[in-house]
């Protein structure tokens, strides 16, 4: 599966910005989708995810009630809501496909997109 996310930029604080992951290669349907985010001198942590079949949804606890994750599985796409953005959640996003495991970490993802910065400013 290739991923390409896009949507990233710059962003004040208290704004929102939606992002995209365009997938390709395999039968999108079959994997969960998930979003991670890296900031500076971090780790990668997870963000939202999303089951194969849409059924259900899973959010860290730092995003629920402001970002909302989503897919069209007709068009290959997985997105991120994000709104009433921090400072805090300035990080590279990245989308990712797996098939097994537990959707909320990254170990059970094998395939990843290259990553779309979020810059919110105060």
């Known amino acids: 599966v290739q991923l390409v996310e896009s949507g990233g930029g710059l962003v004040q604080a208290g704004g929102s910005l939606r992002l995209s992951c365009a997938a390709s290669?395999?039968?999108?349907?079959?994997?969960?989708m998930g979003w991670f985010r890296q900031a500076p001198g971090k780790e990668r942590e997870f963000v939202a995810a999303?089951?194969?079949?849409?059924?259900?949804?899973f959010y860290a606890d730092s995003v629920k009630g402001r970002f909302t994750i989503s897919r069209d599985n007709a068009e290959n796409t997985v997105y991120l809501q994000m709104s009433s953005l921090k400072p805090e959640d300035t990080a590279v996003y990245y989308c990712?496909?797996?098939?097994?495991?537990?959707?909320?970490?990254?170990?059970?993802?094998?395939?990843w997109g290259q990553g779309t910065l979020v810059t919110v400013s105060s």
């Open positions: 990712a496909a797996g098939a097994k495991g537990v959707i909320t970490r990254a170990t059970m993802y094998d395939y």
């Open positions: 290669g395999r039968t999108f349907s079959n994997y969960h």
């Open positions: 999303v089951s194969w079949n849409v059924r259900d949804t």
